[in-house]
């Protein structure tokens, strides 16, 4: 088979149940950026977000000879995986405070811009690693990852309206600890 790139998804899952190397190389294009991203959010560690796309990849490739076509969206079923994957790495290292994964500086703006940004991204991180582990799943999801209610609610194993609860009390509970660091992101310590 060839390499074409506009096969759905559930034709490429069924090209790599008969180990076809360029299905997997397509279905890593399509979907490896998504869910490292989501991973680096919900875990602040873009080497674990590595380690967590990879175990949704390889869950992918152990499965796809069950796959059922049109059954659930590979997104949203791969989404899921990662989010389980980040949720345990959360659990076994709760004790430790995430750290958001600042950006390399960048050239481009002045050093007190670059400064700037990479102390509000950090505060912001801390934030949100503050929320509640499902709190800041359905955040990540929603705002970060850009999933519909629809999508986001299927990755987390909820129903619609408990991820619009799960987001209200995020969003409460982001402005509110922002708010209680005004001073900090304004530059004002």
Same mark, same amino acid.
């Given at each position: 088979?060839? @390499?074409?790139? @506009?096969?759905?998804? @559930? ?6 149940? /008969?180990? @076809? ?9 399509? %979907?490896?950026?998504?869910? /490292? ?17 990879? *175990? ?5 490739? &152990? +499965? ?8 659930? &969206?590979?997104?949203?079923?791969? /989404? ?12 076994? %290292? ?22 700037? +940004? ?17 709190? &800041? ?5 929603? /705002? ?16 619609? *309206? ?6 209200? +009390? ?10 209680? +660091? ?6 004002? &310590?």
């Amino acid at each position: 088979m060839g @390499d074409r790139g @506009d096969e759905d998804d @559930d034709a490429l899952v069924a090209r790599v149940a /008969h180990g @076809d190397a360029a299905a997997c190389r397509l279905l890593l294009a399509r %979907h490896l950026g998504p869910v /490292h991203g989501f991973a680096t959010r919900v875990l602040g560690d873009a080497m674990e977000a590595e380690d967590v796309a990879q *175990e949704a990849f390889v869950a992918l490739w &152990r +499965r796809a000879a069950g796959w059922r076509a049109g059954e659930a &969206r590979l997104s949203t079923w791969l /989404h899921r995986v990662a989010k389980n994957a980040c949720i345990d790495r959360l659990r076994r %290292h709760r004790e430790s405070a995430l750290e958001a994964a600042g950006d390399p500086a960048d050239a481009a703006p002045g050093p007190d811009a670059a400064l700037v +940004r990479d102390d509000t991204a950090r505060i912001v991180g801390q934030a949100i690693a503050a929320l509640p582990e499902r709190q &800041r799943l359905a955040l990540v999801l929603a /705002h970060y990852q850009e999933l519909g209610n629809i999508e986001a609610a299927a990755v987390m194993e909820v129903s619609i *309206e408990a991820l619009e609860s799960l987001l209200a +009390r995020a969003r409460r509970g982001l402005r509110a600890e922002l708010a209680n +660091r005004r001073a900090e992101l304004l530059g004002e &310590r």
